[in-house]
């Protein structure tokens, strides 16, 4: 089998890191399926795998081919095996998830090179996808299954204008589209949390109106974080100084600035790579920034070192819901220690009882129903998982929390839930979000303002209405044109 896989057969995994080799450069991993199904020499494997790079959209993929998957972005990572995938133009191609973790011009991009190779090669391709819009410009045939039957078959046009399956019009109703609310995403008759709060507030079953923003929590002065870019030249010559000058410095963030208002949700767009997620790492204070200001609440709190930060008393007051529900629990806990964890180390809660009862009423909060609590994360869903998560962001009643691509993973019926989930808490609890996407229809529902990045820079911010409805940046029109919607 080890002939036909990567050759023949060849498979674009859901988890992009956990795919790669952690402690292998990435262009040494392509080279190594370039050279085992004899595609390159050693002598040309560099070359090719620098080309398969190139042809998903890396920028600067000469750069990137040294590097290792903990050095590159979630997106980044995508785009590796993507082209891994792809470096053997295989015979049939399954795709898991392909572009989760991609933003929608290099979906774009990615999805047309898989097209143009099936009719090239007259390749086959199974992809795997909770993205409807993508399958419908993607797809000759649409498969639909749940709890492992196939419940709908039709041509992709077909399934989408006449669903006949209830669950594929429950899927279809839970797509986020133009004209769209939240709440529209639901199944009728669905409310936002499965189980009531202990306080009972009302305005999970409808949008809230939203309340007005207040002042200023967290104000942004021209951001910069800059990396050193790895030494050219052999030992020898570094060591006997003949080795070229050192390079510039790497800005993966340029000068950057914005504010974040009490209970506003602030939208992070662009694409894989342009500084979004080592933003969002910066203001949660898990990196320190090269220059500029991060004032929380008045107080620069990006003088304050990251390795120090756990002991600030702002650290309560931010909090981060991760990308990958998964990775970012620990695989030992259980849903309740991972909830009271924060609690533990900042909070003042104490006693077995005082602290379980805290840990049920989060659970319940964010719809996870209770008795799931005692459960070690691989017995738990991936929407449960998120819940999870977001019940840990909130444990110590942050003012800020920052979402990175928090439904990511997530098909659109769970994405729904907790979408409508986020913005009810963020409601009632006074909360400000910085939300990182890459789905802009989501971003659309969500944001009350909008900042799109590009290359460590932002090129365009202003409100969701203004910059996604009359984009005013070129950026930002492509951005939207890419977006691959499913038939009306």
Same mark, same amino acid.
């Given at each position: 089998?080890?002939?036909?896989?990567?050759?023949?057969?060849?498979?674009?995994?859901?988890?992009?890191?956990?795919?790669?080799?952690?402690?292998?450069?990435?262009?040494?991993?392509?080279?190594?399926?370039?050279?085992?199904?004899?595609?390159?020499?050693?002598?040309?494997?560099?070359?090719?795998?620098?080309?398969?790079?190139?042809?998903?959209?890396?920028?600067?993929?000469?750069?990137?081919?040294?590097?290792?998957?903990?050095?590159?972005?979630?997106?980044?990572?995508?785009?590796?095996?993507?082209?891994?995938?792809?470096?053997?133009?295989?015979?049939?191609?399954?795709?898991?998830?392909?572009?989760?973790?991609?933003?929608?011009?290099?979906?774009?991009?990615?999805?047309?090179?898989?097209?143009?190779?099936?009719?090239?090669?007259?390749?086959?391709?199974?992809?795997?996808?909770?993205?409807?819009?993508?399958?419908?410009?993607?797809?000759?045939?649409?498969?639909?299954?749940?709890?492992?039957?196939?419940?709908?078959?039709?041509?992709?046009?077909?399934?989408?204008?006449?669903?006949?399956?209830?669950?594929?019009?429950?899927?279809?109703?839970?797509?986020?589209?133009?004209?769209?609310?939240?709440?529209?995403?639901?199944?009728?008759?669905?409310?936002?949390? &499965?189980?009531?709060?202990?306080? @009972? /507030?009302? !305005?999970?079953?409808? +949008?809230?109106?939203?309340?007005? #923003?207040?002042?200023? *929590?967290?104000?942004?002065?021209?951001?910069?974080?800059?990396?050193?870019?790895?030494?050219?030249?052999?030992?020898?010559?570094?060591?006997?100084?003949?080795?070229?000058?050192?390079?510039?410095?790497?800005?993966?963030?340029?000068?950057?600035?914005?504010?974040?208002?009490?209970? &506003?949700?602030?939208?992070?767009? @662009? /694409?894989? !790579?342009?500084?979004? +997620?080592?933003?969002?790492?910066? #203001?949660?204070?898990? *990196?320190?920034?090269?220059?500029?200001?991060?004032?929380?609440?008045?107080?620069?709190?990006?003088?304050?070192?990251?390795?120090?930060?756990?002991?600030?008393?702002?650290?309560?007051?931010?909090?981060?819901?991760?990308?990958?529900?998964?990775?970012?629990?620990?695989?030992?806990?259980?849903?309740?220690?991972?909830?009271?964890?924060?609690?533990?180390?900042?909070?003042?809660?104490?006693?077995?009882?005082?602290?379980?009862?805290?840990?049920?009423?989060?659970?319940?909060?964010?719809?996870?129903?209770?008795?799931?609590?005692?459960?070690?994360?691989?017995?738990?869903?991936?929407?449960?998982?998120?819940?999870?998560?977001?019940?840990?962001?909130?444990?110590?009643?942050?003012?800020?929390?920052?979402?990175?691509?928090?439904?990511?993973?997530?098909?659109?019926?769970?994405?729904?839930?907790?979408?409508?989930?986020?913005?009810?808490?963020?409601?009632?609890?006074?909360?400000s979000y910085i939300f990182v996407?890459h789905d802009l229809n989501v971003?659309?529902?969500?944001?009350?303002?909008?900042?799109?990045?590009?290359?460590?820079?932002?090129?365009?911010?202003?409100?969701?209405?203004?910059?996604?409805?009359?984009?005013?940046?070129?950026?930002?029109?492509?951005?939207?044109?890419?977006?691959?919607?499913?038939?009306?």
């Open positions: 089998m080890r002939d036909l896989r990567g050759r023949e057969i060849s498979m674009i995994f859901q988890n992009p890191r956990a795919a790669l080799n952690p402690i292998r450069k990435v262009g040494r991993q392509i080279e190594d399926v370039l050279v085992q199904h004899v595609q390159a020499t050693r002598a040309t494997a560099r070359e090719k795998a620098i080309e398969a790079l190139e042809k998903v959209r890396i920028a600067r993929p000469e750069e990137r081919y040294d590097a290792y998957p903990f050095e590159l972005s979630g997106g980044m990572c995508q785009r590796v095996v993507i082209a891994l995938a792809l470096a053997c133009q295989p015979q049939l191609l399954i795709a898991d998830e392909p572009t989760t973790g991609l933003d929608v011009t290099t979906q774009k991009a990615v999805m047309d090179l898989i097209v143009e190779l099936t009719r090239e090669r007259g390749m086959s391709t199974i992809l795997i996808t909770h993205d409807l819009g993508l399958a419908a410009a993607y797809s000759d045939r649409v498969v639909v299954m749940e709890k492992g039957r196939v419940v709908e078959t039709a041509g992709a046009l077909d399934i989408f204008r006449d669903p006949q399956h209830p669950y594929t019009r429950k899927l279809m109703k839970a797509t986020p589209r133009l004209g769209m609310s939240l709440q529209d995403l639901l199944p009728d008759g669905r409310e936002v949390r &499965e189980r009531p709060s202990p306080e @009972g /507030e009302a !305005g999970a079953a409808g +949008s809230p109106a939203r309340s007005p #923003l207040g002042p200023p *929590l967290l104000v942004v002065e021209n951001l910069v974080k800059e990396y050193p870019r790895p030494p050219k030249g052999s030992l020898l010559a570094r060591l006997t100084g003949k080795a070229e000058p050192e390079a510039q410095p790497f800005r993966a963030v340029d000068g950057i600035g914005f504010e974040v208002r009490r209970g &506003e949700t602030l939208g992070l767009v @662009g /694409e894989s !790579g342009c500084g979004k +997620s080592t933003t969002s790492m910066m #203001l949660n204070r898990l *990196l320190d920034p090269t220059a500029g200001r991060i004032l929380f609440d008045g107080q620069d709190i990006g003088a304050i070192p990251a390795k120090g930060f756990a002991a600030s008393p702002f650290r309560q007051r931010i909090q981060m819901v991760f990308q990958d529900p998964t990775d970012s629990l620990n695989p030992r806990f259980t849903a309740e220690r991972a909830i009271a964890d924060p609690i533990l180390r900042m909070g003042k809660i104490r006693g077995r009882a005082a602290l379980r009862a805290r840990c049920e009423e989060l659970a319940r909060s964010v719809g996870l129903p209770t008795e799931l609590i005692d459960r070690f994360p691989h017995q738990l869903s991936g929407g449960q998982k998120a819940r999870v998560g977001i019940a840990r962001a909130i444990a110590l009643d942050p003012d800020l929390v920052i979402l990175d691509e928090p439904t990511a993973a997530l098909d659109v019926s769970v994405q729904a839930v907790v979408l409508n989930l986020l913005d009810e808490l963020k409601q009632r609890l006074g909360m996407s971003v659309r529902l969500l944001c009350d303002r909008v900042v799109v990045m590009r290359s460590g820079r932002i090129v365009e911010q202003g409100t969701a209405e203004e910059v996604l409805g009359d984009p005013k940046a070129a950026y930002t029109r492509e951005l939207l044109s890419a977006i691959p919607h499913p038939p009306a």
